[in-house]
Protein backbone atom coordinates (compact mmCIF):
# COMPACT_ATOMS: atom_id res chain seq x y z
CA UNK A 1 0.00 0.00 0.00
CA UNK A 2 2.52 2.54 0.70
CA UNK A 3 4.45 1.41 -2.42
CA UNK A 4 1.46 2.38 -4.46
CA UNK A 5 1.58 5.28 -2.63
CA UNK A 6 5.26 6.59 -3.29
CA UNK A 7 4.13 5.60 -7.35
CA UNK A 8 1.31 7.79 -7.27
CA UNK A 9 2.64 10.54 -5.45
CA UNK A 10 5.32 10.52 -7.84
CA UNK A 11 3.26 10.47 -10.71
CA UNK A 12 1.53 13.45 -9.26
CA UNK A 13 4.80 15.65 -8.86
CA UNK A 14 6.29 14.49 -12.50
CA UNK A 15 2.80 15.57 -13.51
CA UNK A 16 2.93 18.94 -11.86
CA UNK A 17 6.46 19.67 -12.44
CA UNK A 18 5.71 19.00 -16.54
CA UNK A 19 3.01 21.63 -16.24
CA UNK A 20 4.82 24.21 -14.25
CA UNK A 21 7.34 23.94 -16.91
CA UNK A 22 4.95 24.48 -19.53
CA UNK A 23 2.93 27.73 -18.39
CA UNK A 24 6.64 29.19 -17.17
CA UNK A 25 7.97 28.56 -21.00
CA UNK A 26 4.35 30.29 -22.28
CA UNK A 27 4.82 33.04 -19.69
CA UNK A 28 8.48 33.28 -21.08
CA UNK A 29 7.47 33.20 -24.70
CA UNK A 30 5.34 36.38 -24.27
CA UNK A 31 7.65 37.96 -22.55
CA UNK A 32 10.37 37.42 -25.24
CA UNK A 33 7.19 38.30 -28.20
CA UNK A 34 6.43 41.71 -25.96
CA UNK A 35 8.19 44.67 -27.99
CA UNK A 36 8.11 46.60 -24.81
CA UNK A 37 9.68 44.06 -23.03
CA UNK A 38 12.06 43.19 -25.47
CA UNK A 39 13.61 46.66 -26.02
CA UNK A 40 13.76 47.16 -22.36
CA UNK A 41 15.46 43.91 -21.90
CA UNK A 42 17.81 44.46 -25.04
CA UNK A 43 18.66 48.31 -23.43
CA UNK A 44 19.33 46.16 -19.67
CA UNK A 45 21.43 43.71 -21.96
CA UNK A 46 23.58 46.80 -23.26
CA UNK A 47 23.81 48.49 -20.80
CA UNK A 48 25.32 45.82 -18.36
CA UNK A 49 28.63 45.33 -20.96
CA UNK A 50 29.12 49.64 -21.39
CA UNK A 51 28.53 49.83 -17.64
CA UNK A 52 32.69 50.42 -17.06
CA UNK A 53 32.49 53.13 -19.49
CA UNK A 54 29.37 55.58 -18.44
CA UNK A 55 26.78 55.42 -15.92
CA UNK A 56 23.04 54.06 -16.70
CA UNK A 57 21.72 55.83 -19.70
CA UNK A 58 17.75 56.31 -18.49
CA UNK A 59 16.79 56.60 -22.40
CA UNK A 60 18.30 53.82 -23.27
CA UNK A 61 16.56 51.87 -20.46
CA UNK A 62 12.91 53.42 -21.35
CA UNK A 63 14.09 52.59 -25.26
CA UNK A 64 14.20 55.94 -26.50
CA UNK A 65 16.41 58.96 -27.95
CA UNK A 66 17.45 62.05 -26.07
CA UNK A 67 16.05 64.01 -29.09
CA UNK A 68 12.78 62.27 -28.59
CA UNK A 69 9.98 65.05 -27.57
CA UNK A 70 8.53 65.05 -24.51
CA UNK A 71 5.33 64.01 -25.18
CA UNK A 72 6.67 60.34 -27.05
CA UNK A 73 8.56 60.06 -23.39
CA UNK A 74 5.64 60.65 -21.03
CA UNK A 75 3.93 58.07 -23.31
CA UNK A 76 6.94 55.44 -23.13
CA UNK A 77 6.52 56.03 -19.87
CA UNK A 78 3.12 55.31 -19.08
CA UNK A 79 3.37 52.20 -21.48
CA UNK A 80 6.13 50.54 -19.35
CA UNK A 81 3.69 51.29 -16.19
CA UNK A 82 0.89 49.93 -17.13
CA UNK A 83 3.28 46.72 -18.98
CA UNK A 84 5.71 46.93 -15.41
CA UNK A 85 3.27 47.64 -12.62
CA UNK A 86 3.00 44.06 -10.32
CA UNK A 87 -1.03 44.90 -10.28
CA UNK A 88 -1.18 44.45 -13.86
CA UNK A 89 1.56 42.60 -15.17
CA UNK A 90 0.55 38.96 -15.79
CA UNK A 91 3.99 38.00 -15.02
CA UNK A 92 5.58 38.12 -11.50
CA UNK A 93 9.17 39.41 -11.28
CA UNK A 94 8.98 42.45 -13.13
CA UNK A 95 8.75 44.89 -9.82
CA UNK A 96 12.58 45.33 -10.60
CA UNK A 97 11.93 46.29 -13.85
CA UNK A 98 8.96 48.27 -12.43
CA UNK A 99 11.60 50.21 -10.19
CA UNK A 100 14.48 50.59 -12.84
CA UNK A 101 12.00 52.28 -15.34
CA UNK A 102 10.39 54.69 -12.39
CA UNK A 103 14.17 55.75 -11.89
CA UNK A 104 15.00 56.21 -15.44
CA UNK A 105 11.68 58.70 -16.05
CA UNK A 106 12.96 60.65 -12.96
CA UNK A 107 16.54 61.40 -13.97
CA UNK A 108 14.89 62.31 -17.46
CA UNK A 109 12.12 64.82 -15.84
CA UNK A 110 14.90 66.09 -13.94
CA UNK A 111 17.34 66.67 -16.78
CA UNK A 112 14.05 68.13 -18.93
CA UNK A 113 13.50 70.57 -15.65
CA UNK A 114 9.36 69.43 -14.87
CA UNK A 115 9.71 69.56 -11.73
Do not use: C
Not at 18 to 46: C, F, T
Amino acid sequence: MEDQFRKAHRKMTEATDEMMSEWLNQMLQGLRDDPVIGELWSAMKMESQSRQQAGIDPYRIMGLDKTDADDQVKKRYRELMVKLHPDTARVKGTEFLFQLVMAAYQQISKERGWR
